[in-house]
């Protein structure tokens, strides 16, 4: 079952890759979709292991509300708040994609090194999901600051929070039920708020390029 789960944090951290090299916010919302489609995944199996073997039905229940939230209702309400901004074809990406890509590429080899280097880690059975978990972090970070438009920072952030909770599901195998609960609700009032701030900014700027706030600075 370790080989599975090796096989899906790949694939999830391939999704960040795809994310990075995409350059329309619609990409990055579907992209957004398919890899907590993934993730969910990956807590619904380990909710099944859980079943079986412990009689825990908590992971599975995380599984339901990650699709609720996070394949279902997040995207939708992204896509809701991208509709009501007017739309202006702007350059999104600081640095070309190509090396966007690479330097990813080192956030992943540096990632490696690090969690290698580290006693208790590099022996375990969730090496590789471990490695790819924290990648996934710190692409999510650096999408973050990558990208000049509001939303695509909001994606960043998630995709954060992405890496942050299947880095603790695979070393964990499955967090207590009100942590994951706790975790969700302030992801989801962080992104209420910043659609709200997203919407502020388009009145005030005529933009969600973040760049128009340079204009503040005294």
């Given at each position: 079952?370790s080989g ?8 999830i951290?391939l999704?960040?890759?795809?994310l990075v090299?995409n ?7 579907k ?6 489609a993934f993730i969910a995944?990956?807590?619904g199996?380990?909710g099944?292991q ?13 599984c339901?509300v990650i699709?609720v939230l996070?394949?279902?209702y997040?995207?939708?309400l992204?896509n809701?708040?991208?509709s ?8 999104d990406?600081?640095?070309n994609i ?6 990813c590429c ?11 280097s580290i006693?208790g880690?590099?022996?375990g059975y969730n ?10 972090v710190?692409i999510g ?8 438009k509001?939303?695509g920072?909001?994606i960043?952030?998630?995709?954060l ?13 499955g967090m207590?039920?009100i942590?994951?609960?706790?975790i ?6 962080a992104?209420?708020i ?5 919407y502020?900014i ?5 933009t969600?390029?973040?760049d128009k706030l ?5």
């Amino acid at each position: 079952m370790s080989g599975l789960f090796d096989t899906l944090s790949v694939i999830i951290l391939l999704t960040s890759f795809v994310l990075v090299a995409n350059k329309r916010i619609k990409s990055y919302i579907k992209t957004f979709r398919i890899q907590s489609a993934f993730i969910a995944l990956a807590a619904g199996i380990m909710g099944i292991q859980s079943i079986t073997s412990e009689g825990r039905i908590d992971v599975l229940v995380v599984c339901f509300v990650i699709v609720v939230l996070k394949v279902i209702y997040i995207p939708k309400l992204l896509n809701r708040t991208y509709s009501g901004v007017e739309y202006k074809v702007e350059k999104d990406f600081i640095l070309n994609i190509p090396i966007l890509v690479l330097i990813c590429c080192g956030l992943v080899v540096f990632t490696h090194f690090c969690i290698a280097s580290i006693d208790g880690i590099s022996q375990g059975y969730n090496d590789l999901q471990i490695i790819n978990s924290v990648s996934v972090v710190m692409i999510g970070l650096f999408f973050m600051i990558s990208r000049k438009k509001a939303i695509g920072q909001i994606i960043g952030f998630l995709v954060l929070e992405n890496g942050i909770f299947i880095t603790a599901m695979f070393a964990t195998d499955g967090m207590p039920f009100i942590v994951d609960m706790g975790i969700f609700i302030d992801m989801l009032t962080a992104v209420m708020i910043m659609g709200i701030m997203v919407y502020q900014i388009s009145d005030k700027f005529d933009t969600i390029n973040i760049d128009k706030l340079n204009k503040l600075k005294g």
